[in-house]
């Protein structure tokens, strides 16, 4: 259970940090991935997930948001990092 709660705390954080950019968590995890140098493949089925992936590309996150993320991921055994990533 203590790995539901811990899971459950980043996906809150990334609603949280959406709710106060107007977006979803999804867009901030595709924003999260983008401030680290990857291309995230969105499926594009429906023109509301190119809308997301637009508005994801114009969000900024800050340092400290993204080093909480990761923080929030590594508790939670999510691993975030590409091999070719230098920690952050």
């Known amino acids: 259970m203590h790995g539901r709660r811990v899971q459950r705390a980043l996906t809150d ?3 949280a940090l959406g709710e106060d950019r107007g977006a979803s968590a999804a867009e901030i995890a595709t924003a999260w ?3 680290k140098g990857t291309t995230p ?3 594009g089925t429906k023109a509301g997930y ?3 992936l637009v508005r994801a590309h114009g969000i900024e996150l800050a340092d400290e948001e993204i ?3 990761e923080a929030l991921a590594d508790a939670a055994d999510v691993d ?3 091999s ?3 920690d952050m």
């Open 80 to 82: 975030t990092r590409g």
């Open 50 to 52: 190119i809308d997301g």
């Open 13 to 15: 954080r990334m609603g």
């Open 41 to 43: 493949i969105i499926g």
């Open 33 to 35: 991935a983008i401030a």
């Open 67 to 69: 080093a909480e993320l």
């Open 84 to 86: 070719w990533e230098h």
